[in-house]
T-cell receptor, first 115, second 113 residues
Framework: GENVEQHPSTLSVQEGDSAVIKCTYS??????FPWYKQELGKRPQLIID?????GEKKDQRIAVTLNKTAKHFSLHITETQPEDSAVYFC??????????????FGTGTRLQVTL | DAMVIQNPRYQVTQFGKPVTLSCSQT?????MYWYQQKSSQAPKLLFH???????NEADTPDNFQSRRPNTSFCFLDIRSPGLGDAAMYLC????????????FGPGTRLTVL
């Protein structure tokens, strides 16, 4: 099955700086890579996703890049704000095996944006 | 407008006392998932339904069972909760087989005394 590694586990940046979180995956057949933000005690919420036929996607201050050859993808947050503080999870889709596809999550990155 | 609803939000049970958590969705999605999330960890998939087809993860303990009586509802039954089962239980839905966004419910936090 799929294995997703995520780094760093914690990240502290000053407000206004950029934050980068990196993930690698093992299954070359994976084709969907979402990023979820989870605030303390709340549900994971999708913030951006990318499919394997695209190399980069941007939504305002958030961007994701995908390198299929190297099997890694990254989340970039620019002009960070205190409300960006949360735990971020990357994920990759396990191959479809005749049932629904499944997500394998990375271990999470706790982002702290300081004033 | 809640799309994935979980009840209760907080559940306290005693060691060994069966408990049922419920999930409902207004999205009419084919797929429903149950995850267990412990503190500071990623969500861990327990099982999922594609329509009525049940798919168990290989490492999900037998203590955990699920039912999906119709498209909208899915239940997680923990037959004999142990202290190690204390966690947040998240329900999620997605539209179809191909990799799609999963919509998460707010979760049920289970405490085992």
């Amino acid at each position: 099955g799929e294995n997703v590694e995520q780094h760093p586990s914690t990240l502290s940046v000053q407000e206004g700086d950029s934050a980068v979180i990196k993930c690698t995956y093992s299954d070359s057949a994976s084709n969907y890579f979402p990023w979820y933000k989870q605030e303390l005690g709340k549900r994971p919420q999708l913030i951006i996703d990318i499919r394997s036929n695209v190399g980069e996607k941007k939504d305002q201050r958030i961007a994701v890049t995908l390198n299929k050859t190297a099997k890694h993808f990254s989340l970039h947050i620019t002009e960070t704000q205190p409300e960006d503080s949360a735990v971020y999870f990357c994920a990759a889709t396990d191959r479809v095996t005749g049932t629904a596809s499944k997500l394998t999550f990375g271990t999470g990155t706790r982002l702290q944006v300081t004033l | 407008d809640a799309m994935v609803i979980q009840n209760p939000r907080y559940q306290v049970t005693q060691f060994g006392k069966p408990v049922t958590l419920s999930c409902s969705q207004t999205l009419n999605h084919n797929v429903m998932y149950w995850y267990q999330q412990k503190s500071s960890q990623a969500p861990k998939l327990l099982f999922h339904y594609y329509d009525k087809d049940f798919n168990n993860e290989a490492d999900t303990p037998d203590n955990f069972q699920s039912r999906r009586p119709n498209t909208s509802f899915c239940f997680l039954d923990i037959r004999s909760p142990g202290l190690g089962d204390a966690a947040m239980y998240l329900c999620a839905t997605s539209r179809d087989k191909v990799g799609r966004e999963q919509f998460f419910g707010p979760g049920t936090r289970l405490t085992v005394l």
